[in-house]
């Protein structure tokens, strides 16, 4: 008889134990889950940046060469203390654009600044570049009116 009740004990202890083992597995699955969604959503978030950063960068850049492009162009009708980049942006702009988006190379021409993934992140770095895509679009439309 006392052995047909250890049995049982046993038995239903053994259950219990699988009945935990296998919440715990659905827990774990959870969170696999929610971590893949949102490096998921990462991984998009930081697409859109990048994207959004290299076309920033690459307007300033295009803007900035118009001091370096306009001697061979000839005259300009206008002239800036500071160049083109001025003529649109503040200095206290300027200086973070040239701090964070785009380098002076050599030649006096700009590239893009190398920039991390993780500086991407950073909201100074988004408002920076959204700042300059919005000033840009707004020029955009100015100029097709």
């Known amino acids: 008889m006392l ?5 049982v004990l046993t038995l239903l202890a053994t259950l219990w134990g699988v009945y935990y083992a296998r919440g715990q597995l659905r827990e774990a699955r959870s969170v696999r889950e929610q971590n893949e969604n949102f490096n998921e959503a990462q991984r998009l978030e930081d697409d859109l940046w990048a994207a959004k950063y290299v076309r920033a960068a ?11 492009l306009s001697i061979f ?11 083109a980049l001025r003529a649109v942006f503040s200095e206290s702009v300027c200086k973070h654009i040239q701090g964070q988006l ?3 190379q050599n030649d ?18 988004r408002d920076l570049i959204d700042l300059v895509l919005t ?8 100029k097709r009116q």
């Open 3 to 7: 052995a047909a009740i250890l049995v």
């Open 58 to 68: 690459t307007l300033l850049c295009e803007i900035a060469d118009l001091d370096r």
């Open 73 to 83: 162009t000839g005259p300009r009708n206008f002239t800036y203390a500071g160049g």
């Open 102 to 104: 785009i380098q002076r």
């Open 108 to 125: 006096d021409s700009y590239a893009l600044r190398p920039i991390e993934t993780s500086q991407l992140r950073l909201k100074t770095n």
């Open 135 to 142: 000033k840009i679009e707004k020029m955009e439309t100015l």
